[in-house]
């Protein structure tokens, strides 16, 4: 029986349950288009001892990450302008200079340790798709191509220094051995060094039907609660909170060896708008689920409607949160005539499931498309301005999350 990952509880029964779907960054080439395509169960539990809610199916991570991976971090100026940010706050904050080593766990393309690059920190990226590693390297980070593990760790710590920061952005959630990545954060990490973790927040995900972004990469979905006593476990604490508007509202986590960092009021804050909100009761995450179910229902009744008056609707952007929302609503070709992207790695392959194809922004236009329904919605305001001339021709956007609605 498969345990909580944090604290080894009982697991929940599902409260929600997307079906069995393909692996959301799976995208299709062209000629592997009548290949067997592996489906997989996306379940969503709750530990009944500490409260972390999680999959209860882990796909083989080296078939998600070492398999022709196609996600880059995002390249959007709300994208770039945010990672920035965040390698600018941390410099700041914590006083880093040209001595200092900042490491990323899951570092993708190397654009976070871009901005503590320019700002004069050594930087080491750490990321299993190989692929993506040599993008980075392209790009002047210093990237290992590999899983992050704790004797990986010690090899790191041996052949450069240890870390003064240790970065995890939108993948803490990603693992299924966090017990594993403590321990090699803990073997690497200087004594008044910073371990800091940025990921969606349940509580947002809640209250704005984010459930979009669940998909078998994302194995937990995060929240403060459970993870104070799970880092106390290890002899670390979480000592301050942040709550980011990024990525439909996320989440910045610092956590130090314990003793080493003052304890902010920020964390008792949030810890008791997690109780106030009721975030972890059963009750309210099994409501979440049958909201779900409704929006599904809302959507496609939009989309089939539209479609009855003769209306040609297309996918904006092709993000792993839209496969997801594609695959649970069964909105395949018969109803989005193509999805768009800007991602070389993405253009001319089907999408995961419904294998709808991938094609660049322009079709849009060329397509006399009416409808744009906006998978990336996290980046709704830039998309649309970005697309001003197919609004201009009358185009509508249809924006799914967390109600569906045409803009």
Same mark, same amino acid.
């Given at each position: 029986m498969i345990k909580c990952r944090l604290c080894s509880g009982e697991l929940s029964n599902p409260f929600l349950d997307l079906g069995f779907t393909p692996p959301a960054d799976g995208f299709i080439r062209p000629e592997h288009l009548n290949l067997p395509e592996m489906h997989f169960p996306l379940r969503v539990v709750s530990c009944k001892r500490c409260g972390f809610v999680q999959l209860d199916h882990v796909v083989d991570p080296t078939l998600l990450y070492q398999n022709d991976y196609p996600y880059e971090s995002s390249m959007t100026k709300t994208g770039l302008s945010h990672f920035d940010s965040f390698a600018g706050g941390v410099c700041d904050a914590f006083g880093l200079n040209s001595d200092d080593l900042v490491i990323d766990i899951g570092s993708n393309v190397g654009v976070l340790l871009d901005g503590f690059k320019r700002r004069g920190c050594k930087v080491l990226g750490v990321d299993p798709a190989k692929n993506i590693a040599a993008i980075a390297e392209h790009n002047g980070i210093p990237t290992i191509g590999d899983f992050f593990t704790p004797d990986l760790a010690n090899t790191i710590r041996e052949e450069h220094q240890r870390a003064k920061v240790i970065t995890g952005s939108n993948v803490f959630a990603h693992v299924d051995d966090l017990n594993s990545l403590v321990a090699g954060i803990q073997a690497l990490l200087e004594k008044d060094g910073v371990f800091i973790i940025e990921a969606p927040y349940l509580l947002h995900l809640l209250d704005n039907l984010e459930y979009d972004t669940i998909y078998h990469e994302h194995l937990s979905y995060i929240s403060i609660k459970p993870l104070v006593p799970f880092f106390e476990s290890h002899g670390m604490a979480? %000592?301050?909170?942040?709550?980011?508007?990024? #990525?439909?509202?996320?989440?910045?986590?610092?956590?130090?060896?314990?003793?080493? #960092?003052?304890?902010?009021?920020?964390?008792?804050?949030?810890?008791?708008?997690?109780?106030?909100?009721?975030?972890?009761?059963?009750?309210?995450?099994?409501?979440?689920?049958?909201?779900?179910?409704?929006?599904?229902?809302? @959507?496609?009744?939009? @989309?089939?409607?539209?479609?009855?008056?003769?209306?040609?609707?297309?996918?904006?952007?092709?993000?792993?949160?839209?496969?997801?929302? @594609?695959?649970?609503?069964?909105?395949?070709?018969?109803?989005?005539? %193509?999805?768009?992207?800007?991602?070389?790695?993405?253009?001319?392959?089907?999408?995961?499931?419904? #294998?709808?194809?991938?094609?660049?922004?322009?079709?849009?236009?060329?397509?006399?498309?009416?409808?744009?329904?906006?998978?990336?919605?996290? %980046?709704?305001?830039?998309?649309?301005?970005?697309?001003?001339?197919?609004?201009?021709?009358?185009?509508?956007?249809?924006i799914p999350i967390p109600k569906p609605t045409i803009i």
């Open positions: 979480v %000592f301050d909170v942040q709550e980011v508007d990024i #990525h439909g509202g996320s989440i910045r986590i610092f956590v130090g060896h314990k003793g080493q #960092h003052a304890v902010q009021d920020s964390v008792a804050n949030v810890l008791n708008l997690e109780d106030e909100r009721g975030i972890h009761s059963m009750d309210n995450l099994e409501t979440f689920g049958q909201r779900v179910a409704d929006h599904r229902d809302e @959507l496609m009744w939009l @989309l089939r409607s539209l479609k009855r008056e003769g209306k040609k609707i297309a996918g904006v952007s092709a993000p792993a949160k839209g496969m997801t929302l @594609l695959n649970y609503c069964k909105i395949g070709p018969e109803t989005l005539e %193509f999805l768009t992207e800007k991602s070389k790695l993405k253009l001319g392959r089907h999408a995961p499931g419904s #294998h709808i194809k991938v094609v660049a922004d322009s079709e849009l236009l060329e397509a006399d498309v009416d409808y744009a329904l906006l998978l990336a919605w996290n %980046f709704k305001d830039e998309i649309m301005n970005n697309l001003s001339e197919f609004r201009e021709k009358g185009g509508k956007f249809i």
